[in-house]
């Protein structure tokens, strides 16, 4: 997901190292709430947006056409596909 982040045309500011690990963290920490030791793609996808909609920064011609960083989130998260 970070790595999609920094091969987006739409964003001038990809997601840092520190973004990952805080997916990272979140994920295992939300996979534990649910008393689950292992962490699933639904997780990642739930938690994109909150930590990631601060941490990206969208291209002016982007905002201009009405883009907006869930919107682009959400496009990212479909053209990733999930780890088997």
Same mark, same amino acid.
């Given at each position: ?7 987006? /045309? ?6 840092? !190292?520190?973004?990952? $690990?805080?997916?990272? !963290?979140?994920? &295992? ?5 649910? +008393?689950?030791?292992? $962490?699933? =793609? +639904? +997780? $990642? &996808?739930?938690? #994109?947006? =909150? ?15 009405? !883009?907006? /960083? +869930?919107? #682009? ?8 596909? $999930?780890?088997?």
């Amino acid at each position: 997901m970070i790595q999609a982040t920094r091969n987006s /045309p739409e964003l001038m500011v990809s997601a840092s !190292l520190r973004a990952g $690990v805080a997916m990272l !963290l979140a994920a &295992k920490t939300l996979a534990a709430i649910q +008393d689950r030791n292992y $962490v699933m =793609p +639904d +997780d $990642v &996808k739930l938690l #994109a947006r =909150p930590i990631l909609r601060h941490r990206i920064i969208l291209r002016p011609e982007a905002e201009i056409e009405g !883009l907006n /960083p +869930d919107i #682009a989130i959400n496009r990212l998260l479909n053209r990733i596909e $999930v780890p088997r």
